[in-house]
């Protein structure tokens, strides 16, 4: 993913990955890591909380937690990358660009997700994508990562009462 | 279904440890929102919300405001003068003609103890307590906890002192509410003329001497003497008060350790604290004025009525 995104983005210029709380943050991290190891240049990455920006905020019941949102730089003319575990209905994303907007005006903003496992309702596709998957709309996708959960790991659930 | 805190904020005496730890965490990342360049979220985008203040008002009314609007909500004021209640309209009848106009949300300042909870009860929408009469004043309550959280960590064990008119202060009340829940050692210092007889019944030490307070605490917080309801001879004059009770900096040098103070203004210099020590170097003043916008801010969002008939169709389709 790291080698497509240096790819996609002709180089490392102005480039600026944004992670999307929560596990997208340290999948972004990661990814800036395995850049500088193999093209030695240090990139920004940032988190996104984009609880505040949810199109559903009306109709949940019980308040989501809000976490923080760190992008310390100026994004204009930046080429950022958004980086999230799973691409589903494709509404985080929308969320996600609402909220870049409000920080700037990147030059470009593309995607990537370790997990597209389909079910898009709306307009919105990955640029890069770790794996692709076939899910069914009752099942869920599970991402454990390291740095939280103790393990790598995806497992794809059947949905007990709600995700 | 009510959200996490219930319909309605009225005081921090309803409420448990673990919800007032909701509010201050959720603080934090409002924060940073007011320090963007775009000082605004969608969030309360569609939602009204009425600030109803039959009491002189700039901090809170102020603050309120900012918070509604960095949330998108929509917002208007209404005081007491130059509205119907000048025309002796009763505050029920007031608050359901606003509700007729379809409101989401109204935040009341009032003189009379109990006023935000006797209109909780009578009208649908969220109510938030901001001051009523010498009861609870919730949010300042909420921004003073995490002012001192900011600068001490976890409260437990930790001393804070309330120093000055416990008397007529709501403030004083909220905060012994809300400190002794988090854990905190509370004392209130001040002549007994303006203390509550049953301060002792609130779980608080009482100092009659500020030098002893001065001896034991890690944080004052101290009140504004309140001087528009001091016509009854509380005290024998503001100079003999000041030289009593003051929050001197020569006082303060004395304190086996810094002091940190906190005040939820308006300010009367030279009476309950000096300028030295309120512009001092320990004094976090301004700094409560900033988590008082993050505090409403979670509030407005926690209280923010979901409608979970429709969350359970949206979870369908939730990722």
């Known amino acids: 993913m790291a080698d497509q995104i240096v790819e996609l983005n002709a180089g490392t210029d102005n480039l600026v990955l944004v992670g999307i709380q929560r596990r997208g943050v340290q999948l972004a991290e990661r990814i800036v890591r395995i850049i500088k190891a193999q093209e030695g240049v240090d990139i920004s990455s940032g988190a996104l909380d984009i609880t505040l920006y ?3 905020l009306q109709t949940v019941g019980p308040r989501p937690v809000v976490g923080t949102t760190q992008l310390p730089w100026t994004l204009d003319d930046q080429r950022v990358v958004i980086v999230d575990d799973v691409l589903y ?3 985080t994303v929308r969320a996600a660009l609402d909220e870049l907007a409000d920080f700037g005006r990147p030059a470009r903003i ?8 389909g079910g898009r309702e709306l307009p919105i596709h990955a640029d890069v994508i770790g794996r692709k998957v076939e899910v069914h709309p009752g099942q869920r996708v599970d991402v454990f990562i390291e740095e939280l959960d103790g393990r790598d790991e995806v497992l794809i659930a059947t949905r007990d009462d709600e995700g | 279904m009510p959200g996490p805190l219930g ?3 009225l005081g921090l005496a309803p409420l448990s440890a673990d919800q007032i730890r909701l509010v201050l965490d959720t603080a934090v990342p409002f924060r940073e929102i007011s320090e963007r360049a775009i000082k605004k979220v969608p969030t309360l985008r569609g939602a009204t919300i009425v600030n109803l203040f039959f009491e002189a ?7 309120f405001e900012f918070a509604e609007k960095r949330l998108s909500a929509d917002t208007v004021n209404v005081a007491s003068a130059g509205s119907s209640v000048s025309k002796g309209e009763t505050l029920v009848d007031t608050a359901r003609n606003l509700e007729a106009m379809k409101i989401d949300m109204v935040v009341i300042r009032h003189g009379a103890s109990g006023a935000a909870q006797f209109l909780a009860e009578r009208i649908e929408s969220n109510v938030i307590n901001a001051g009523d009469g010498t009861n609870e004043h919730p949010t300042q309550g909420l921004l003073d906890l995490l002012t001192l959280r900011n600068h001490l960590g976890d409260l437990t064990g930790r001393r804070i002192c309330i120093v000055g008119d416990v ?3 709501r403030v004083a009340r909220s905060n012994i509410w809300g400190l002794t829940k988090l854990g905190a050692e ?4 001040g002549p007994r003329s303006l203390l509550p007889n049953a301060i002792g019944e609130m779980g608080v030490t009482v100092f009659d001497r500020i030098e002893e307070a001065v001896e034991w605490a890690d944080a004052f917080n101290v009140l504004r003497l309140q001087l528009e309801r001091m016509q009854a001879g509380y005290i024998p004059s503001l100079r003999e008060y000041n030289r009593v009770y003051g929050v001197t900096r020569a006082r303060l040098e004395k304190a086996p350790r810094d002091i940190l103070i906190l005040h939820p203004g308006p300010m009367n210099r030279g009476v309950e604290i000096d300028s030295d020590v309120a512009d001092g170097p320990h004094s976090v003043i301004l700094d409560q004025v ?3 916008v993050a505090v409403r801010m979670a509030v407005l969002y926690l209280l923010a009525g979901g409608k979970p008939e429709l969350a359970d169709v949206a979870k369908k389709g939730g990722a």
């Open chain 2, 290 to 292: 900033t988590n008082g």
């Open chain 1, 110 to 117: 593309a995607l990537a997700v370790l997990i597209d496992r």
């Open chain 1, 89 to 91: 209905t494709g509404r």
């Open chain 2, 57 to 63: 008002s700039t901090r809170t009314r102020i603050s």
């Open chain 2, 167 to 169: 008397l007529h202060s």
């Open chain 2, 186 to 189: 509370v004392a209130v210092c």
């Open chain 2, 7 to 9: 319909k309605d904020l």
């Open chain 1, 54 to 56: 949810r199109d559903d």
